[in-house]
């Protein structure tokens, strides 16, 4: 499958892929994400722009795309089905590459009761999965799912989530083959804090060489301070942040937890290159961009291939 997407030729060439990613504002100022691109530029592959995250309204990630390509940095579009039924999803598709995206991330989305507009109606008109099989059919059958052909299929490098630390764990490397078979060429997990859990998860990705079929990207996370730590453990649903990551970042005064979290997030990294079946990572730093520079170095991920 050739999309023409950095990452995807990144990934192809055998080189540890990276990416962050961007919230658009709450507002229609376009220099909101301009500043966080500078802050990005030249230290990834490829940059998520999120769709939405958390039901709350923001500029739209097709917007965010746009921005992020004019200044220089790829755009990875994030698409959820909480919000468009599979009309509006397969509009949004051919735009967005008509605008040259090269890049889609096929998502549900939170529940809109997380959000400041509670009593939005979701859509869910299909699933993730459904999505991503959707994408994947008009793309190399250069036709709609009703049989009409395309004119001018969509070139997207098609991705997927998952949640290595979900209940129930048993249906967790289910899922990411259900996502693969749908045709996700690559996918980016949680953030990982309990290793030991996650090394287990690609144990059984293994056994089933589903990390020969999808590129994945291990999601990791700079914790700025304990509370940060305690809050996420406690109200992020499928967080798993082990009692004695916590207890090193409390363990140091509250202006040194910064770095003491940022130092953790680089040792994630280097421990995670060396499992089998990972080939990059996704640096989740949403408002704090200014120190992904600072993690990518750090892990001996710079320069960034030219390809």
Known sequence: MKAGSNLEKVLAAGHFAVTAECGPPRGADPEVVLKKVELLK???????????????????SIAGCVLLKQAGVEPLLQMVVRDRNRIALQSDLLGASALGIRNLLCLSGDHQIFGDDPQAKNVHDIDSIQW????????????????KELKGSPKMFIGCAV??????????VARLALKATAGADFVQTQCIFNLEK???YMEDVRKRDLHKKVAILAGVTPLKSAGMAKFMAKNVAGMDIPADVIKRVA???KKEQPKVGIQMCIEMIDRLRKIEGVAGVHVMAIEWEKKVKEIVSGAGLLPRPEL
């Open 42 to 60: 030249g230290n990834i592959d490829a940059c998520n722009v999120t769709d939405n995250q958390t039901s709350v309204v923001r500029m739209s």
């Open 132 to 147: 991503i099989n959707l994408v994947k059919t008009m793309r190399d059958e250069g036709k709609f799912p009703s049989g």
């Open 163 to 172: 949640n290595p630390f979900a209940d129930p764990y048993e249906i967790r």
């Open 198 to 200: 996650f090394e287990r």
């Open 251 to 253: 363990a140091v005064d």
